[in-house]
């Protein structure tokens, strides 16, 4: 017979609830802003030099830089949870249950394991 999960109360409780009130500030701040209307970029207009310009704020692009930052904190985004998510899956448990990452000695360890060899030589 099953039972229902029952809330266990405590201090692991904190982080979450913590997590849950830090997404409800930036969720009222974001709806709150006021965005300006979204505008094209002019006929002609070399988006990518302006990109390396405005990077380094010498202002000869014709592209105002500021109109990249969303997109670019997306790409961020993106990019962090994809390196992250990267080495998450490159690390693998071994037998004992300590975390290793996989192939780090240049396979020796795993030629051992697979082939019963001492040396690792063959």
Same mark, same amino acid.
């Given at each position: 017979m099953t039972t229902k999960p029952q809330l266990k109360l405590g201090s692991h409780l904190v982080p979450g609830l913590a997590a849950v009130a830090l997404f409800v500030v930036m969720a009222v701040v974001f709806l709150g802003a006021s965005f300006p209307d979204p505008q094209g970029? &002019?006929?002609? &207009?070399?988006?990518?030099a302006s990109i390396g310009y405005s990077m380094f704020n010498l202002g000869f692009g014709s592209v105002d830089g500021e109109s990249m930052l969303a997109a670019f904190e997306i790409i961020d985004l993106v990019l962090v949870a994809a390196? &992250?998510?990267a080495v998450l899956l490159a690390r693998r448990e071994d037998t004992a249950g300590q975390m290793r990452t996989i192939l780090t000695d240049g396979g020796r360890e795993l030629k051992q394991t697979l082939f019963d060899d001492e040396e690792g030589d063959n």
């Open positions: 970029f &002019a006929e002609g &207009a070399n988006i990518t390196l &992250a998510g």
